[in-house]
C-alpha cells in the first residue's frame, strides 16, 4: 500500500481511538507525503472532513497554504451545515410518523450522527434512511403519498413494485428530499438475497426519546451487523467508500464489540456466509483495532480505496425475477426491462417522431448490452 493510504488509515485509527497519529510519521516522512493525493483519496472515501479534523488537531497546517486552510476550515462548517440539513429532513420526517402513530429506527447517518459522530458532525448523508414495521408499510406509503412523495422510478417501467416487495425498501422523493424507507431489507451477499431484522431488531431495539416518542435506536449488535451487511451488499454492486469502514470501526469501538457479539444473531444463516462475515470482520479488527497492520488486512482495505464506484444497476437481475411467483407480474418485468420508465420520458425535451425513434432505439441497444453482460456474469 502506498504511503498515502497508510497515512490516511493510521489518521482514521487516531480518529477512532481519539489519539494522536502514530509517531512514525515524523516530520521528514510527512514532508515527503504526496498531499494533492491524500486530499484526493480522502475525498474520494467521503473521509476527508474528518481527515481535515485531524489535520487540525495534530497542526499539519504547515503543509498547506493559507488558501487551502481557508478551504479546509470551509470544508468543515459546510459538512457540519450538510448534516444538519438532513438531520432537520429527518425530524421532519419523524414528526410526520408520529402524528401518524407509525414507529421508526433511524439507519446509517442519522443513527450515527447521534451515537458517534456527534462531537464530529461532519458526517455527509445522501439519503435519509429510516425503519418501519412490515405491518405499518401500507398506512405509510399511503400518508408519504398525501405529503406529495412519490416512488422512486428506475429506468425501465414496471419494475419499481415487484423488486419493492423482493428487497423490502424503496427510495420516496419529494423536491430534494429522498427518504430510503426500509421494512423488511434483504442484502444482495454472495450471489443470493439474505434477509435482516425482522420483528426481532425490534424487540431489541431501545426507545430513544431524545428525537421523539416514536424513534427507537436499534440495539448495538444490531446497529454493527446491519452496517456489515450493507457494506458487504455495496461490494456486490462495486458501490463502497472508506467512510463505511470508519462507520462500522466506530461503533465498535465504542461499544466494544467483537466480531462474535456482531454474528450473534447470524448464526442460522449458511457457512459459507458465516465464514464471509467474520473473515470482513477480523480484517476490520486488524485494520483499526490491531497492533500489526498484515498484508492481508492492505489488500482489504484497499478494495475501499480503490473502488470505481460504476454502479451495477442490473447486477441481480435473475435472482429477482426467481422471486417473482406471478406470471403476469413476471411477464411485466421482463417487458419493462426494454420500457423506459416514465421519468426517463419526463427528461425528453423534444417529443417528435425521430426524436422518440432514437430514444427508443438507443435505450433497447443499452439494454440488450447491459442484458448480455448479466447473462454472462451469472
Partial sequence: MIPEKLFI????????HETVVSPAWNERSLSTLNWNLVIRTGQKGRVLPFLVHTFEKEEYSRFFSKEDQLEWEGLLIYSEWENQKKLKEFKKIKDLFELNSIPLIPLKGIALSHLVYDRTPYRLMSDIDVLIHKSDLQKTQDILSAEGFVLREPKNRWQAKPTMKIIGRWDFM???????????????????????????????????????????????????????FQILNDME????????????????KKYRLTHDQILGTARTLSASLQAKLTDFLQNVETCFFGDQFVEKAACFVDLFFESSRELRHDFALKQILRFIQSPWERTLFLI??????????REKKSFNFFSMLAFFLDHWKKQCLSLFRVLLKQ
Avoid: H
Avoid at 488509515?9 to 477512532?16: E, K, N, Q, T, Y
Fill in 9 to 16: 488509515l493510521d489518521c482514521m485509527r487516531a480518529f477512532i
Fill in 174 to 228: 419529494k423536491d430534494q428530499m429522498n427518504l430510503d424507507l426500509q421494512w423488511a431489507p434483504r442484502f444482495f451477499i454472495e450471489n443470493q438475497w439474505v434477509p435482516w431484522g425482522g420483528e426481532e431488531v425490534w424487540q431489541r431495539a431501545e426507545s430513544f426519546k431524545s428525537l421523539g416518542e416514536n424513534v427507537f435506536m436499534l440495539s448495538t449488535p444490531d446497529q454493527a451487523q446491519y452496517l456489515l
Fill in 237 to 252: 454492486i462495486n458501490y463502497i467508500y472508506v467512510s463505511q469502514l470508519l462507520d462500522l470501526a466506530l461503533v465498535m
Fill in 336 to 345: 419493462g426491462y426494454f420500457v423506459p420508465s416514465k421519468s426517463l420520458l
